[in-house]
């Protein structure tokens, strides 16, 4: 028997692009506003330019988030924006795992 | 990586966004303070009267809300972008709010207008008055409340800075009163006129719109500096950079 098949199909069912923990918090930055600087998000969530980089490409790749660049006094800014797509994947997350997790009070 | 929890990615992200939309802090603050100071200086040598200002004090006291204006986007710039432009989500009850004080504020410039346009059709503002018209004022001046009418929807962007902008404004109007009553004219001395001079009503009028100054000047000083603590509370919440 394949290891998946004994996981509840509702945990399967979880997008693997919003489950990672980086590119999560990385979303829940970016629905709290309507635009938002790269320097901002990664103070914010910590990450390395790098590793910020990387998952912001791959959100990009899923459709989830829109890459800005534009110039301030010379100086090259880049922001991000969450796409429509993003926002429904967001929130799709956040139901499935309520349903995932016990109702209060039981064990 | 970040060890804040998800809400509290989303509540620094919101009240950081707020401080490029809606929150001004020091520049709040700054506004509130400029406008007591300066009524309390120009005010100072007889409190209970309106003192004629040297007409250069008068044009500048006029231009101060725009002075205003340009250093709170220096300090926007130079304080509350730090992390970078994060454009804030709009909120509809917040914009509601925000109209309402530019509404206020324009009712209150509009009765000013009227009150002055009324003033020269009843007679009350004669050349021949006391003091009056040797020199009239220069054409611009008579144009500042449109001025201030006209930079409201960009000046008052938060309600704080609408206190502020408020405050700022109210000290201007309250120089431009004196200048169509009685305009300063070289080489006359500086006049010290009572509340006679006023008559009652704008006597009054003027009495209360300086209490406003100062006691709104105080409440924008305190709500600035307040909104300037809860940023810092934001950058301090921050992960530290490794």
């Known amino acids: 028997m394949r290891k998946n098949e004994t996981l509840p199909k509702a945990i399967l069912d979880l997008d693997r692009i919003v489950h990672e923990p980086a590119r999560l918090a990385i979303l829940t930055v970016l629905a709290s506003a309507e635009e938002v600087a790269f320097l901002f998000l990664q103070r914010v969530t910590g990450m390395s330019k790098g590793n910020l980089s990387s998952h912001t490409q791959k959100l990009e790749a899923a459709g989830y988030l829109e890459t800005l660049k534009a110039f301030q006094r010379r100086i090259p800014v880049t922001s991000f924006r969450i796409t429509e797509d993003g926002r429904t994947a967001l929130r799709l997350y956040h139901h499935q795992l309520r349903t995932l997790l016990p109702k209060e009070g039981k064990p | 990586m970040t060890t804040l929890d998800l809400e509290t990615l989303e509540t620094i992200t919101r009240d950081y ?5 809606r929150k001004s802090g020091l520049a709040t603050a700054l506004g509130g303070c400029m406008a007591v100071v300066l009524v309390i200086a120009a005010l100072s040598p007889n409190i209970m009267g309106i003192q004629v200002l040297d007409r250069l004090l008068v044009e500048f006291l006029v231009w101060v809300p725009f002075l205003w204006l340009l250093l709170r986007a220096a300090i926007g710039r130079l304080v509350y972008r730090k992390l970078g432009p994060v454009k804030a989500l709009p909120d509809g009850a917040y914009e509601r709010r925000r109209w309402l004080w530019i509404l206020g504020l324009a009712v209150f410039l509009v009765a000013v207008l009227l009150a002055g346009l009324y003033a020269f059709a009843s007679g009350h503002l004669r050349a021949d008055q006391p003091h009056a018209a040797i020199c009239p004022p220069p054409l611009w001046i008579l144009l500042m409340p449109f001025l201030y009418l006209l930079a409201m929807p960009w ?3 938060g309600i704080e800075e609408a206190r502020a902008y408020a405050v700022l404004v109210a000290q201007g109007i309250l120089w431009l009163v004196p200048w169509f009553l009685f305009s300063f004219g070289p080489p006359s001395p500086p ?17 209360v719109l300086i209490y406003t100054v100062l006691i709104w000047g105080a409440l924008a000083m305190v ?6 603590r809860e940023y810092l509370a934001i950058l301090r919440a921050l992960p530290q950079e490794s």
């Not at chain 2, 966004?17 to 939309?21: H, L, M, P, V």
């Not at chain 2, 006049?191 to 009495?207: C, N, P, R, V, Y």
């Open chain 2, 223 to 228: 709500r600035g500096w307040k909104e300037h």
């Open chain 2, 155 to 157: 000046a008052i962007r």
């Open chain 2, 191 to 207: 006049l010290k006129t009572g509340w006679g001079l006023f008559g009652d009503f704008t006597g009054i009028s003027i009495l």
């Open chain 2, 17 to 21: 966004a707020a401080f490029q939309t």
